[in-house]
Antibody, heavy 115, light 110 residues
Framework: EVQLLESGGGLVQPGGSLRLSCAGS????????MSWVRQAPGKGPEWVSG?????HYADSVKGRFTISRDNSKNTLYLQMNSLRAEDTAIYYC???????????WGQGTLVTVSS | QSVLTQPPSASGTPGQRVSFSCSGS????????VCWYQQVPGTAPKLLIY???HRPSGVPDRFSGSRSGTSASLAISGLRSEDEADYYC???????????FGTGTKVTVL
């Protein structure tokens, strides 16, 4: 069964850092595009970042967040620095690409930025 | 503020057909594929349509997508109570070099 499992969320103060992880199983991790999508409370989904042949970021996180992957561990990461209150959201990792869409999603991990 | 605009709500009675639009521009819908996602509150989005009008395995053929120019549409035929959810269009935007979601349409089954 194809699965994605996020971890690393939690409560962090404004200006702080957090690293999210997403462990994939049941598919060839290294050959698949992956993305992070977040959803703030009561809001719609917002694409954050994607990694395939290259990396891309939403303007709202550019310069603060870094996406990376370790194919030997089948794991996707999102390093989040200089966190702001508006980064508070459930963060999902998703498997797919911009053409075929994201068919597989994790269960999400909650990030709360608050003092 | 999203660059893809959807009507905030749509509704119908069981068995009816409902459809709603997603309006974009030449840099997103006009030049890239559109996907549609269904989201029930408290769960992750579910891919319903990819590449404008293709359904992943397991998605009923009651759901159909189309694209014309800088707009796209999702239609649900034979509406069922379990179709009550939020629906989002999405596409790559060449100007932003990023992926954008629509504002979302809440479907209510009366």
């Amino acid at each position: 069964e194809v699965q994605l499992l996020e971890s690393g969320g939690g409560l962090v103060q404004p200006g702080g850092s957090l690293r999210l992880s997403c462990a994939g199983s049941g598919f060839t991790f290294s050959t698949n595009g992956m993305s992070w999508v977040r959803q703030a409370p009561g809001k719609g989904p917002e694409w954050v970042s994607g990694i395939g042949r290259d990396t891309h970021y939403a303007d709202s996180v550019k310069g603060r967040f870094t996406i990376s992957r370790d194919n030997s561990k089948n794991t996707l990461y999102l390093q989040m620095n200089s966190l702001r209150a508006e980064d508070t959201a459930i963060y999902y990792c998703a498997k797919g690409d911009r053409n075929s869409g994201w068919l597989i999603w994790g269960q999400g991990t909650l990030v709360t930025v608050s003092s | 503020q999203s660059v893809l605009t959807q009507p905030p709500s749509a509704s119908g009675t069981p068995g009816q057909r409902v459809s709603f639009s997603c309006s974009g521009s030449s840099s997103n819908i006009g030049s890239n594929y559109v996907c549609w996602y269904q989201q029930v509150p408290g769960t992750a989005p579910k891919l319903l349509i990819y590449m404008n009008n293709h359904r992943p395995s397991g998605v009923p053929d009651r759901f159909s997508g189309s694209r014309s120019g800088t707009s796209a549409s999702l239609a649900i035929s034979g509406l069922r109570s379990e179709d009550e959810a939020d629906y989002y269009c999405a596409a790559w935007d060449d100007s932003l070099s990023g992926y954008v979601f629509g504002t979302g349409t809440k479907v209510t089954v009366l």
